[in-house]
């Protein structure tokens, strides 16, 4: 085994530590009786779903789905199967017509047929990717819009930059009506919120500024991902949603996280992210997991530049000193 | 300094920096090291280019070799003028 697959590796203990983490925060630093969770049918919301269950009692935590007309037919019965598998009691509100009524899918639309002027709602499927794997290529991250449509070749052009921010700002929408109905549950119990992000979403910006990213307490930040998996296993998650590909499940053609966001496979993001914290040097981590310099510089002068230019998705409102 | 690379400063100027920053912008300073472009400034960028010089650009072609400074950038724009 290589230094980083062997330093990538979490202790079991790690589950006694989050449970009892979640456990003091939500009761006693917050004073709040109970938990709701945003479940997906994928792995971030299932782990943060059993820790929580094992933390607050089964029947102190509520998991919360809420699909909309985009999201993957899968998802309501991998969601229905951890909820059972953690005796929590599962709520289904289905978010669509509150998105409709906003507008949320005639502004993608309107923002859509910028790209491809023959666009139809109801028989296309699009989605936003990145160029391929950063490992091979040493590509900027353009954005490109692809378009799928039965019995014609899958079209993919790059967006305009009016264009692109119509779609973000209209699909983030679906982030932010999840987070207003997360936190009308809580309210409503007595609950917190407590969020899903992991370090790879967190600290690279792949989240909604007060949507996903709008939370009381997030258990699972300081995770990569690869070692969210391992808490998966120490858990007992469904092996469906363990061997399920991550997605956004936020655009009509499913694009998976690796082709929306991350670019590389995240076995070797984390262990290159992990060598790159821990001070190694490029040659020494290229060595570690047999990779060329060139494609560990790469990796990191993307992690880089994703650290750099979401800044302002963490940072609190700015206020003034009196 | 030739016209393409006083379009691109005024690009600059107009849509990233403070117009007095740009005099400081050095021709071969990264414009990612230095935190100025996002995945919208590259996008920008992109239809900047494609806009004001008729060039047609593919994703292969967004690299950091041709649109990562002010020189870089140029370049580029003259060899994709030179082949059309």
């Known amino acids: ?322 | 300094m030739s016209e393409i690379e006083n379009r691109i400063l005024q690009f600059l100027a107009e849509n990233f920096v403070l117009s007095e920053q740009v005099e400081q912008l050095g021709f071969d300073e990264s414009f990612l090291e230095n935190g100025m472009i996002d995945s919208t400034g590259i996008l920008e960028l992109v239809f900047f280019v494609e806009d004001q010089f008729g060039i047609q650009i593919d994703t292969s072609e967004v690299l950091p070799e041709n649109f990562d400074s002010i020189n870089c950038l140029a370049a580029y724009i003259r060899r994709k003028q030179d082949l059309q």
Not at chain 1, 274 to 282: D, K, Q, T, V
């Open chain 1, 1 to 322: 085994m290589s230094i980083l697959s062997d330093a990538m590796q979490i202790a079991v203990e790690e589950v006694s530590r989050i449970s009892e983490w979640i456990k003091n925060n939500v009761f006693q630093e917050f004073k709040r009786r109970g938990g709701v969770i945003g479940v997906s049918g994928g792995i971030d919301s299932a782990v943060v779903l059993a820790l929580s269950a094992r933390a607050l009692e089964n029947n102190k935590v509520i998991a919360l789905f809420m699909p909309e007309k985009d999201s993957s037919p899968d998802s309501q019965a991998l969601a229905a199967e951890v909820a059972a598998q953690f005796g929590v009691e599962l709520v289904i509100n289905e978010i669509s017509p509150t998105l409709t009524a906003l507008g949320c899918y005639d502004y993608m639309a309107e923002a859509i047929k910028q790209i491809y002027p023959d666009y139809e709602s109801n028989q296309d499927k699009v989605k936003l990717v990145l160029p391929d794997n950063l490992l091979e290529k040493p590509s900027l991250n353009v954005f490109s819009l692809v378009l799928m449509r039965n019995g014609r070749p899958e079209l993919r052009k790059i967006l305009s930059p009016h264009a692109y921010l119509g779609i973000v700002a209209a699909s983030n929408m679906k982030q932010r009506v999840r987070m207003l109905s997360l936190y009308y549950h809580a309210e409503k119990h007595n609950y917190a919120v407590i969020g899903t992000a992991n370090k790879n979403e967190h600290d690279q910006g792949f989240f909604v500024k007060y949507g996903d990213g709008g939370a009381d307490l997030q258990p699972i930040r300081h995770l990569y991902k690869s070692q969210v998996y391992q808490l998966a296993r120490y858990l007992g998650v469904p092996q469906g949603i363990i061997q399920r590909t991550p997605t956004t499940d936020t655009y009509s053609a499913g694009s998976t996280q690796e082709e929306f966001y991350f670019r590389v496979p995240f076995d070797l993001l984390d262990k290159i992210w992990l060598g790159m914290n821990r001070g190694m040097s490029a040659d020494t981590i290229a060595k570690d997991l047999d990779l060329t310099v060139e494609q560990v510089r790469r990796v990191i002068a993307d992690l880089m530049q994703k650290k750099r230019t979401t800044e302002y998705l963490r940072t609190i409102p700015l206020s003034l000193s009196s």
